[in-house]
C-alpha cells in the first residue's frame, strides 16, 4: 500500500510552547490509522496540522514537512482552502450547520462549485449520505432542520457532508466522544465501509475503539510519537514500555 | 417604599420559608414591583396618550386627519406630509445606516485582529454617547453647507437628517450586530473551513444565517432609534411641512418629521385644543408604528429554520 501522508521531521509550537517534537509518520492509503494518547499528549494537535486547520490559530508555528501525495502542504504556494477540500476534516462535537439537512451537504459542492445543475447537487447530496449511512433515516425530512437530527446522526451527517467535496483523506477528531455506545459503533461500521474509499486518520481516547476499529496506531506521549504499528502489534506486543504501560491501564 | 411593603405582607403567608428568610423575602419583593411597575408605566403612557390623542380621531374625518395639507392656523390638521417626512428620513437612514453597520460589525467580529477589535469597540461606544443636539449642531454647521454646494435648493434637507440619523443609529447597530456574530458557535466556522470554504465563504454561507436573528434585532433597534429621534432631526431637515414631491430629488428637500413637529408645536398650543389632541395623535401613531417594528422583529427573529442551536464551544 501507498503512503497518502509522510510526515518529516514535523514539529509545531503555541506560542514559545512545542507542542509536538520532531515527528516522523507515515499515512497509508485506504487504511485507518488511529492516534491515541493521553489528553494534552499533541495528538489533536497534530490531526489539525494535516489539513492546516492550525492556521486560523493566532501565535502558532510549524517546522518540517508534510507530504501529501508527494506534495509538501507547509510549502509556500499551497492553497489552503484547495488543500482541505482533499483532506477533510470531523470534529469532536457534531458541528452541523443550523440549516436544513439538505443544505449541510450541499454547502461543500456549492462553495467550491462542483455541481453547477440541480439535478448533479441533488445526486452528489443522496450519494453522499449514502456514504454516511444516513440516507434511509432522513431521505423523507431532507429540508428539516439538521439540529433535529439526535447527536449520532448529527455526526454521520457531519460525514455525509464532508464526502461530499470528495475528499481523499477524513481526519477525525473524536468523532464518537460525544455519542452513546450505539452511535458510536455505527460510526465505526462506517468508518471501514469509507476506508475503502478514503484514507482516515482518527484521534481517540478511546483505546478499545482503536483497537476495534484501526489498521495502524501511532502512540503520542508529551508531543512525540512513542510508537507506531500495525493495530494488532501495537496492542499485542508493545515495544516501548511506555506504550505497553498505557495501553494496560498503568500509565495514563 | 410603602408599596413594596404591601407586597410583601401579600406574599408572606403563601410562603412558609420566606419568613424565616427576611433578607430574600425584601430582595423578591423589590424585584417584583420593579418588574410589573415597568409595565405599568407603559400602559399608563399608552393611556395617557389616547385619553389625550383620542380626541382627534373623534373629531377630526380620518380622511382630513391623514390628508396632505398641515396649516394648523386654518385648522388644517392633515399628517400626511409629517408621515411622509418620518418614512423618508428615516429610510435614507437604514439605507445608509445599514450596509456600513453591518460590514463594520462583520469587519470586528470575524476579520480584524484582536488589537483592532480593543480599539474600535470603545471607539464606538463613545459614538453611542454623544448627545443628539451636539450631531444636530455639527449637521447643521458642517453638512448642510457641503449638501449645499452638491447643488441642493437649501442644505437643509431629508438626506441632511438622514446621514445624521444613520450616524447615530450606527453604534447601536455595530455593537449588537457584533454581539450576534459573536454568539455563533467556532465550530461553524471550523466546519466551513474544513470542507474547504474561504473565509468568506464561511461567513456569508454559515456565519451570518446563524446570526440573523440577532442581526435583526440590530437593524430594528437601529431603525427604532431613527424613527423616535427628535432634536438633531429638528435642527437640519429644514422643517418644511409639504408632501415631497416625488422624483429623483425625493431625498434633497426640506421635510419635517413627526417628532420634530410635536417638539415644535407643543409649546404653543392651547391645552384641550384640537391642535392639542392632534400632537397627541401624532404620538399615537408613533407608538403604533414602533410597536409594529417590535412585532414585525419579532415574527422576523421566529421564523421557521431560525432557531437558535444549542450553544456552548469546545475547548
Known sequence: ?252 | MAVVQKSSQIDAPTDATSQTNWGEWFIEGVIKVAGISSIVIIGLIFLFLLREGLPAFLDIPLRQLFGTRWYPIEDAFGMAPLLAGSLIVTVGAVVIALPLGLTTAIYMGEIAPPWQREILKPIIEVLAGIPSIVLGFLGWIALAPLIQRLGAPTGLTAFTGSLILAYMSLPTIISIAEDALYAVPKEYRGGALAIGATQWQSIWRVVLPAARPGLVIAVMLGIGRAIGETMAVMMVTGNAANIPSLGSGIFFQPVRTMTATIAAEMGEVAQGSLHYSTLFAIGIVLFVISFAINWLAGRLVGMKGMRRSRRGGML
Not at chain 1, 493521553?38 to 510549524?62: E, H, Q, V, W, Y
Request: hydrophobic share 40%; net charge neutral; proline share 5%.
Open chain 1, 1 to 252: 500500500m501507498n503512503n497518502k501522508i509522510e510526515v518529516r521531521e514535523f514539529s509545531f509550537y503555541y506560542g514559545a510552547f512545542q507542542a509536538l517534537k520532531n515527528l516522523y509518520l507515515d499515512i497509508r492509503e485506504n487504511a485507518i490509522t488511529a492516534l491515541i494518547g493521553p489528553s494534552g499528549c499533541g495528538k489533536s494537535t497534530f490531526l489539525r496540522c494535516l489539513n492546516r486547520m492550525n492556521d486560523t490559530i493566532r501565535g502558532t508555528r510549524a517546522e518540517g514537512q508534510v507530504f501529501f501525495d508527494g506534495r509538501d502542504i507547509y510549502a509556500p504556494a499551497v492553497d489552503v482552502v484547495e488543500l482541505r477540500q482533499h483532506i477533510g476534516m470531523v470534529f469532536q462535537r457534531p458541528n452541523p450547520f443550523p440549516q436544513s439537512i439538505y443544505d449541510n451537504v450541499a454547502f461543500g459542492p456549492r462553495v467550491v462549485g462542483m455541481a453547477a445543475r440541480r439535478s448533479e447537487l441533488d445526486r452528489l447530496v443522496q450519494e453522499s449520505l449514502e456514504g454516511a449511512a444516513l440516507w434511509d433515516e432522513v431521505k423523507h425530512r431532507l429540508r428539516d432542520s439538521a439540529l433535529d437530527l439526535n447527536p449520532g446522526q448529527q455526526q454521520r451527517l457531519c460525514i455525509a457532508r464532508t464526502i461530499a467535496v470528495k475528499p481523499k483523506v477524513i481526519l477525525m477528531d473524536e468523532p464518537c466522544s460525544a455519542l452513546d455506545p450505539v452511535a458510536t459503533l455505527s460510526v465505526e461500521d462506517l468508518m471501514r465501509r469509507l476506508a475503502q474509499e478514503y484514507t482516515i486518520v482518527i484521534v481517540t481516547h478511546n483505546m478499545q475503539q482503536a483497537a476495534r476499529a484501526s489498521h495502524y496506531t501511532g502512540f503520542f506521549w508529551l508531543g512525540e510519537l512513542v510508537e507506531f504499528n500495525t493495530t494488532e502489534n501495537l496492542f499485542s506486543a508493545p515495544k516501548a514500555p511506555l506504550t505497553e504501560a498505557y495501553i494496560t491501564g498503568r500509565r495514563g
